[in-house]
């Protein structure tokens, strides 16, 4: 139980492109949803924090205009990587959790290479 | 304020031989505590998660871990490695600050010699 599909899995575009990933509970509702970046060797950076219905809560230094969030649904939230540019590549990973204090469950994350 | 902090960022086993992953958390609340495990490429999967009911917790692949709150700990064990189990693994706290709040380990990289 407890599955998250995350799509897609690698994306490799052109500079300037806008890059949708979406990310999706398969067997649970979600009431939140989170997006978290990766750099190689490093832990998890928390972008935002979506919950359904509402706007999403992005961390310090995340730009909202760049990485739009829409939580559309409790089986459904998308990150979009507007106007992407070569510091946008990264590994990109979404959770989602049954509530606070949950446990997350992650998706497989979406390597995006911006060239 | 919270924060969590494993003490090594990699550890060296032999296949057969114990594991020991070691994670001190700092909170002003009641923190629940996580184990999870990333292989290379992949979303993180969860081990084991406390959450203020028995101490020692039994999780996934033979892992358990104990939370110690006299010494802050959370370490994460498992008796025999095996080559499956070279991975990165994160120790996570999350309490309610007013808000839940999230907090991530800087990650252990577990390698297993054969």
């Known amino acids: 139980g407890a599955v998250v599909s995350q799509h897609p899995s690698r994306v490799i575009c052109k500079s300037g492109t806008s890059v949708k990933i979406e990310c999706r509970s398969l067997d649970f509702q979600a009431t939140t949803m989170f997006w978290y970046r990766q750099f190689p060797k490093q832990s998890l950076m928390l972008m935002a924090t979506?919950?359904?219905?509402?706007?999403?809560?992005?961390e310090q230094g995340v730009e909202k205009d760049k990485f739009l969030i829409n939580h559309a649904s409790l089986t459904l939230s998308t990150l979009t990587v507007t106007s992407a540019h070569p510091e946008d590549s990264s590994f990109y990973i979404c959770s989602a959790s049954q509530g606070s204090n949950q446990p997350q469950h992650f998706g497989d994350g979406t390597r995006l290479s911006i060239l | 304020a919270q924060s969590v902090t494993q003490l090594d960022s990699h550890v060296s086993v032999s296949e057969g031989t114990p594991v020991l992953l070691r994670c001190n958390y700092s909170s002003s609340y009641s923190p629940s505590l996580f184990w999870y495990v990333q292989h290379p490429n992949k979303g993180l999967q969860l081990l084991l998660k406390y959450t203020s009911a028995a101490t020692l917790v039994k999780g996934i692949n033979g892992f358990e871990a104990e939370f110690k709150k006299s010494e802050t700990s959370f370490h994460l064990t498992k008796p025999s490695a095996h080559m499956s189990d070279a991975a990165e693994y994160f120790c996570?706290?999350?309490?309610?600050?007013?808000?839940?709040?999230?907090?991530f380990g800087a990650g252990t990289r577990l390698f297993v010699k054969a």
């Open positions: 996570v706290v999350s309490a309610d600050t007013g808000g839940f709040k999230t907090i």
């Open positions: 979506s919950n359904e219905g509402s706007k999403a809560t992005y």
